[in-house]
T-cell receptor, first 116, second 112 residues
């Protein structure tokens, strides 16, 4: 299996620009998670989906952040407009949900975002 | 609210020495506990997990962890560290392995 795939791996943009991060979960996984990792705040859960439906977006920091999962094999995290404080590594993870319980999450390699 | 404390930000051990990384959690019920490892520029990889049953769990790469309810701890151990174990280690706690709360991580340096 190819694992969780994220693109791009690195993104450098200027303040005010729109940024779109992409994630392809492991085939057969029905849950998807977006995390942000910074030195100051560590690893934070932003949002997660079950069967393409957003379940909990309480970790999304502001309305500038939005996430979608149009199908089981693709998700996006969009920041519009971006700000320097959004600079971080963004991880996508996927897992399976069965019998009401989740199995462990498998993480992608992350997207390092730098907003100038 | 659930929380995780990893009191050691940075640990240095010699290759071949034993290792113990500390993790304390705060959670109202029986927690789901995890240890992940992150190598530089990489995502997180699951080392081991505890859901229920035997409180001593074995993981990959020779790691093990022991769940101690009375101490609210889930410390990670390895009897003999290899240079390739140098990485950052994260402890995490959750209710159903969904909404995980991660610790701030412990960076392990291995000297030869």
């Amino acid at each position: 299996d190819a694992g969780v795939i994220q693109s791009p791996r690195h993104e450098v943009t200027e303040m005010g620009q729109e940024v779109t991060l992409r994630c392809k979960p492991i085939s057969g996984h029905n849950s998807l998670f977006w995390y942000r990792q910074t030195m100051m705040r560590g690893l934070e859960l932003l949002i997660y989906f079950n069967n393409n439906v957003p379940i909990d977006d309480s970790g999304m920091p502001e309305d500038r952040f939005s996430a979608k999962m149009p199908n089981a094999s693709f998700s996006t995290l969009k920041i519009q407009p971006s700000e320097p404080r959004d600079s971080a590594v963004y991880f996508c993870a996927s897992s399976t949900l069965a019998g009401g319980l989740y199995n462990e999450q498998f993480f992608g390699p992350g997207t390092r975002l730098t907003v100038l | 609210a659930q929380s995780v404390t990893q009191p050691d930000i940075h640990i240095t051990v010699s290759e071949g020495a034993s290792l113990e990384l500390r993790c304390n959690y705060s959670y109202g019920a029986t927690p789901y506990l995890f240890w992940y490892v992150q190598s530089p520029g990489q995502g997180l990889q699951l080392l081991l997990k505890y859901f229920s049953g035997d409180t001593l769990v074995q993981g990959i790469k020779g790691f093990e962890a022991e769940f101690k309810r009375s101490q609210s701890s889930f410390n990670l151990r390895k009897p003999s560290v290899h240079w390739s174990d140098a990485a950052e280690y994260f402890c995490a706690v959750g209710s159903t392995a969904s909404k995980l709360t991660f610790g701030t991580g412990t960076r392990l340096q291995v000297t030869l």
